[in-house]
């Protein structure tokens, strides 16, 4: 299980982390998205992508030990909605990337 974040901080920069849990120790994957590039809605995307490509790189460990899925958890509604959708418009890029993904 997987859980996005993605946030402006004081000074306008923005950031997306995905954090899973393995054992008893929390493990955080993270990216650094610059200032006035992407606005928060972009920085909860790119971290659910960010969630899935890390998983991506683990295929064959989890398939080892039995792992069949893989939640992703997202307190973005309107990332979540935008990830089901390949439409143009904002987001287009990176929830194509996710759906390649899934």
């Given at each position: 299980?997987?859980?996005?974040?993605?946030?402006?901080?004081?000074?306008?920069?923005?950031?997306?982390?995905?954090?899973?849990?393995?054992?008893?120790?929390?493990?955080?994957?993270?990216?650094?998205?610059g200032?006035?590039?992407?606005?928060?809605?972009?920085?909860?995307?790119?971290?659910?992508?960010?969630?899935?490509?890390?998983?991506?790189?683990?295929?064959?460990?989890?398939?080892?030990?039995?792992?069949?899925?893989?939640?992703?958890?997202?307190?973005?509604?309107a990332?979540?909605?935008?990830?089901?959708?390949?439409?143009?418009?904002?987001?287009?890029?990176?929830?194509?990337?996710?759906?390649?993904?899934?």
């Amino acid at each position: 299980m997987w859980w996005t974040y993605g946030s402006p901080s004081d000074d306008s920069r923005v950031g997306a982390a995905a954090e899973f849990k393995h054992g008893i120790e929390w493990r955080t994957r993270h990216s650094y998205l610059g200032t006035g590039r992407m606005e928060v809605f972009d920085a909860e995307l790119w971290a659910i992508g960010l969630a899935l490509r890390e998983t991506f790189k683990r295929r064959d460990r989890h398939q080892q030990h039995g792992v069949k899925m893989v939640a992703v958890f997202s307190d973005s509604q309107a990332a979540i909605r935008r990830a089901a959708q390949l439409q143009p418009g904002l987001g287009q890029r990176l929830a194509r990337r996710i759906n390649r993904r899934v």
